[in-house]
């Protein structure tokens, strides 16, 4: 079943990483007929809903927390959590979004935690850049670091808004938000990234 399956995946979180990021695609008409294969325990359909949506939960964990290791590790722990509750979710809702959630709260959360070790220790940490391309907010150094200086509420709406392409009121239910403390966070995030995204204004 889809516990045991996750189970397995903990067992070779590499090899499932290393799977074509190409694949994802949202919202496509098979999705639904996946997710009901997963549920009664197919693991071919798990492994495609893997393919599908291992690039864009390892990019949104990799622009939240901005250390590479530490995105893999999320995003494939995010995924193994929503596996082993697949038996919960609705499926005439979509994944993505749900996978999502899980992926940035994590993110968030590991974020947090970061920040209070550093300054218990006093140490910095040095992170280590992705093997994937980075769209839009972060095609340049300077870009990852404007974003890296946001803190990582506003970094996740962000992320959420103009990577993944959510509304603010997507935003606001994935995150159990209310509506204007997104529209809040996500203009503080706009001023603090438009010296070099402009645009960002618009």
Do not use: C
């Not at 690039?55 to 722990?77: K, T, W």
């Not at 093997?131 to 150094?141: I, Q, R, T």
Request: charged content about 30%.
């Amino acid at each position: 079943m889809a516990a045991e399956y996750a189970v397995e995946m903990e067992a070779r979180p590499r090899l499932l990483g290393s799977t074509d990021p190409g694949a994802h695609a949202r919202g496509h008409k098979r999705e639904t007929t996946l997710v009901k294969a997963a549920q009664g325990g197919s693991s071919e359909a798990m492994e495609e809903l893997f393919r599908r949506h291992w690039r864009s939960a390892h990019r949104a964990a990799y622009l939240v927390v901005h250390d590479g290791q530490a995105a893999e590790d999320i995003a494939q722990e995010a995924f193994i959590s929503a596996i082993r509750s697949l038996d919960r979710f609705d499926r005439r809702r979509p994944f993505a979004p749900w996978l999502h959630r899980i992926v940035v709260n994590r993110a968030i959360d590991w974020t947090r935690a970061k920040k209070a070790r550093r300054e218990v220790s006093g140490e910095a940490v040095p992170t280590a850049a992705p093997e994937l391309g980075l769209d839009a907010l972060a095609d340049s150094g300077h870009t990852f670091a404007v974003l890296k200086s946001l803190g990582p509420e506003q970094r996740a709406v962000i992320v959420l808004r103009y990577l993944l392409d959510y509304t603010p009121g997507e935003i606001a239910d994935l995150l159990d938000l209310p509506r204007g403390t997104v529209n809040s966070r996500l203009r503080r995030g706009l001023d603090a990234l438009a010296d070099i995204l402009p645009e960002a204004r618009g």
